[in-house]
C-alpha cells in the first residue's frame, strides 16, 4: 500500500538570516508512516534568499520553487505592504491548486519566519481534522500586546448609529479577549479563521477550501475611505456570457450571477476571489477565471458581445481596493 503524501508548502519573502533559521527546521521534520515533499513560491527580493530557496534540498524528498507575481510585486515598501495580503492569500491557494493536481493527500502551510518543532506535521496530521493549525502568540509591533495566530469571526454592527456600534464593538472585543484566554489553555478549539500554520487534508482541498485575505481591522465608529494602491499596467481584454465568450456557462467560477460593471476574471493564483480592483474608474469583484487570463491579464465582463469586442484590448492602470 503506497505512503500518503503531505506537501510541505510556503510563499516566502524573507531576510536571508530568518530564512536560513526557517529552512533548517523544515529539514528536521519528522515523518513516519509517510512521505513529504516541499514547495515554495519564492517572492524575495533578496538574491541570497533566493539562493537559499534554490540550494533547499532533503534525500527522500522532492523540492519545488515556483516563481512569485512578476511586474505585481513593487519594489516600492509601502505598496508592497498594501498588496502583501491579497499576494500571500493567492499564493497560498496557488500551493493548494498544486497538491490537489499533484495528488497530495494533504498540504501543510507555514508562513517563511518561523522555526517548525520536528514533530508538529504529525501532530497535526494524528488530530484527523480537515483542516487545523498549531497555535502560536505574536505581536505586530513592538509594545503591542500578543494575539494569537486565529480569530473569531465577527460582523460590523447592522445598520446601527454610532452608539450602538459603539457597544457592538465593546461586546466584540470581550468575545475576542475571552476566546484567546481560553486558548492558553491546551487543547484543540473550533476558530472562525486560521492563518500560518495550518495542516489541510485532501477531502477539505476538494472541498473547496481557500485562504482570503484578512482584512479585519479595529472598527471605527465611521468606516475609512477605502484605500487604493497601484498595481501597475495590466492587460485588458472583454467577454461576455455568449457561447463563443464562456461557452454556454452561466455563472462564475465563484458560482456567482455574471454582472457588467462588477465581474471581473484573473489569475486566481494571484488575485484571491473577492478580491477588488478598480479599472478606469470602475471597481471590479474578481469573481472568474479564464484559460488566457494569467499574470498580467484581466478580463472584464460586459452586458453583450459587441461591447466587449468594442472596447478591444487594452493596457490600464490597475489598482487594488481595499476598506
Known amino acids: 500500500m503506497a ?8 510563499p516566502v519573502r ?9 529552512l533548517i527546521s523544515l529539514k528536521s521534520v519528522e515523518h513516519e508512516g509517510f512521505d513529504i515533499d516541499y514547495i515554495f513560491i519564492d517572492d524575495n527580493d533578496s538574491e541570497v534568499s533566493g539562493k537559499l530557496l534554490a540550494d533547499f534540498k532533503r534525500d527522500g524528498s522532492s523540492v519545488t520553487v515556483l516563481p512569485s507575481v512578476k511586474g505585481i510585486a513593487a519594489e516600492d515598501s509601502a505598496l ?8 500571500v492569500a493567492g499564493y497560498r491557494n ?20 518561523l522555526i517548525v518543532h520536528p514533530e508538529l506535521v504529525e501532530y497535526l496530521r494524528a488530530a484527523k481534522k480537515g483542516v487545523i493549525s498549531e497555535l502560536f502568540w505574536a505581536k505586530s509591533n513592538a509594545g503591542h500586546s500578543s494575539g494569537p495566530n486565529a480569530w473569531l469571526m465577527e460582523e ?3 445598520n446601527s448609529d454610532k452608539r450602538n456600534a459603539a457597544l457592538y464593538k465593546k461586546e466584540a472585543d470581550r468575545r475576542k479577549r475571552q476566546f484567546a484566554d481560553r486558548l492558553k489553555v491546551s487543547g484543540v478549539y473550533e476558530a472562525g479563521g486560521l492563518g500560518s500554520c495550518t495542516y489541510i487534508d485532501r477531502a477539505s482541498m476538494e472541498g473547496g477550501i481557500r485562504f482570503v485575505p484578512d482584512r479585519e481591522k479595529e472598527e471605527k465608529e465611521e468606516a475609512p475611505a477605502p484605500k487604493e494602491t497601484s498595481l501597475g499596467r495590466f492587460t485588458i481584454t472583454g467577454y461576455c456570457g455568449c457561447e463563443q465568450c464562456s461557452g454556454g456557462h452561466n455563472l462564475n467560477f465563484s458560482g456567482t450571477v455574471p454582472t457588467p460593471n462588477h465581474t471581473i476574471s484573473a489569475d486566481l493564483d494571484y488575485f484571491p476571489l473577492g478580491t477588488r480592483l478598480k479599472v478606469d474608474g470602475t471597481v471590479y469583484t474578481v469573481e472568474d477565471k479564464g484559460s488566457s487570463v494569467n499574470g498580467n491579464i484581466l478580463d472584464i465582463f460586459y452586458g453583450s458581445h459587441e461591447e466587449a469586442l468594442a472596447k478591444g484590448t487594452y493596457t490600464a492602470e490597475v489598482f487594488l481596493v481595499q476598506d
Open 80 to 87: 508592497r505592504k498594501e498588496t502583501q495580503l491579497v499576494r
Open 14 to 22: 524573507e531576510r536571508a538570516c530568518v530564512l536560513r533559521a526557517f
Open 94 to 113: 496557488r500551493i493548494i491548486r498544486y497538491a490537489m493536481q499533484n495528488d497530495y493527500d494533504a498540504v501543510f502551510l507555514v508562513d517563511s519566519d
Open 156 to 158: 460590523r454592527a447592522p
Open 3 to 10: 505512503k500518503e503524501r503531505v506537501l510541505i508548502g510556503s
